[in-house]
T-cell receptor, first 116, second 108 residues
Framework: GAVVSQHPSRVICKSGTSVKIECRSL??????MFWYRQFPKQSLMLMAT?????????EQGVEKDKFLINHASLTLSTLTVTSAHPEDSSFYIC????????????FGPGTRLTVL | QKEVEQNSGPLSVPEGAIASLNCTYS??????FFWYRQYSGKSPELIMS????GDKEDGRFTAQLNKASQYVSLLIRDSQPSDSATYLC????????FGKGTMLLVSP
């Protein structure tokens, strides 16, 4: 149980283009999902908290106009990196708040974004 | 600022030994504590969660929590080469703060 999928697993794009990443909870409904970014040899950095049916809450320093988050259903959240630049190249990982009472987060497999 | 501190390692142990991983956290309001395992190039995988002071055992893993000392640990018994990974400690409740992780190397 508590499986989270993410698509695509890897994407390479040109500078200035936009990239959409999908995060799905496969066997449970997730009212809350999270988006993280991880640079090489660094820890996970929370970018935003996504709640179904409402606007995402962004962490300090994260540009909400650049990283668009939509959580339109109880099983799907999307992150769109708009006008991507090489410095946006990173490992983007989503997680979903699990169905139990203890606020466990279950992670998707991640998306490796490379912007040329 | 909420912080979670871990020794970056690497922690090297021989196969079959006990690996001990430690973590301290700054937010006294944290209610939930988690250990995640992350293999190189992969996303984190939840291996243990703990919410009350004391020990919690699950198979070869034992998590220990001491809220007074703001300290969490993870013991891995009978360590296997497949346990070689980075172990992330996280604390919080609605959102989590992650440590930078401790790299564990288990040699055959």
């Amino acid at each position: 149980g508590a499986v989270v999928s993410q698509h695509p697993s890897r994407v390479i794009c040109k500078s200035g283009t936009s990239v959409k990443i999908e995060c799905r909870s496969l066997d449970f409904q997730a009212t809350t999902m999270f988006w993280y970014r991880q640079f090489p040899k660094q820890s996970l950095m929370l970018m935003a908290t996504s709640n179904e049916g409402s606007k995402a809450t962004y962490e300090q320093g994260v540009e909400k106009d650049k990283f668009l988050i939509n959580h339109a259903s109880l099983t799907l959240s999307t992150l769109t990196v708009t006008s991507a630049h090489p410095e946006d190249s990173s490992f983007y990982i989503c997680s979903a708040l699990g169905p139990g009472p203890y606020n466990e987060q279950f992670f998707g497999p991640g998306t490796r974004l490379t912007v040329l | 600022q909420k912080e979670v501190e871990q020794n970056s390692g690497p922690l090297s142990v021989p196969e079959g030994a006990i690996a001990s991983l430690n973590c301290t956290y700054s937010d006294r309001g944290s209610q939930s504590f988690f250990w995640y395992r992350q293999y190189s190039g992969k996303s984190p995988e939840l291996i243990m969660s703990i919410y009350s002071n004391g020990d919690k055992e699950d198979g070869r893993f034992t998590a220990q929590l001491n809220k007074a000392s703001q300290y969490v640990s993870l013991l891995i018994r009978d360590s296997q080469p497949s346990d070689s990974a980075t172990y992330l400690c996280a604390s919080g409740y609605s959102t989590l703060t992650f440590g930078k992780g401790t790299m564990l190397l288990v040699s055959p």
